[in-house]
């Protein structure tokens, strides 16, 4: 079995979290293809329009991603999910492993704005004589 793709016992824990299909209308892509499209762009970090075609259009699986997201199915996945592997001993619940890596970001990304040169008004502006400044009497 592919290690991006469900197994049969994680499909039937999950399975009934998914709607099913509406009566009339388009029928929809599979959710065991959609949730093992997703699967794989999280296991890989690719962007969504690399997603392989064997997994169906990427914007559909993005969409499915999205609405799944906002409304907590994906949530109950997980959960489901990771009961299975604490209940079988194969989740180690001590190791937890925190990405350390730092990147310095550019100093406009705080929101804050690029910083100007600050300029002494008296020195940049030219001051005018005041006797070019008045007109001349004859």
Request: hydrophobic share 35%; net charge positive.
């Given at each position: 079995?592919?290690?991006?793709?469900?197994?049969d016992?994680?499909?039937?824990?999950?399975?009934?979290?998914?709607p099913?299909p509406?009566?009339m209308?388009?029928?929809?892509?599979?959710?065991?293809?959609?949730?093992?499209?997703?699967?794989?762009?999280?296991?890989?970090?690719?962007?969504?329009?690399?997603l392989?075609?064997?997994y169906?259009?990427?914007?559909?699986?993005?969409?499915?991603?999205?609405?799944?997201?906002?409304?907590?199915?994906?949530?109950?996945v997980?959960?489901?999910?990771?009961?299975m592997?604490?209940?079988?001993?194969?989740?180690?619940?001590?190791?937890?492993?925190?990405?350390?890596?730092?990147?310095?970001?550019?100093?406009?990304?705080?929101?804050?704005?690029?910083?100007t040169?600050?300029?002494?008004?008296?020195?940049?502006?030219?001051?005018?004589?005041?006797?070019?400044?008045?007109?001349?009497?004859?």
């Amino acid at each position: 079995m592919p290690r991006h793709r469900l197994s049969d016992t994680q499909w039937v824990l999950i399975s009934d979290l998914f709607p099913a299909p509406k009566r009339m209308g388009r029928p929809p892509r599979d959710s065991r293809e959609i949730m093992d499209a997703i699967f794989w762009i999280m296991r890989t970090g690719a962007a969504w329009r690399d997603l392989p075609e064997e997994y169906g259009p990427f914007g559909t699986a993005w969409d499915l991603f999205d609405k799944w997201t906002s409304d907590g199915t994906l949530d109950g996945v997980l959960n489901r999910l990771r009961s299975m592997e604490v209940d079988s001993g194969d989740l180690d619940l001590t190791l937890w492993c925190v990405d350390g890596t730092s990147i310095r970001a550019a100093r406009c990304a705080g929101g804050g704005g690029k910083k100007t040169i600050q300029r002494n008004r008296k020195t940049t502006h030219w001051a005018v004589p005041e006797a070019v400044s008045q007109p001349r009497s004859t």
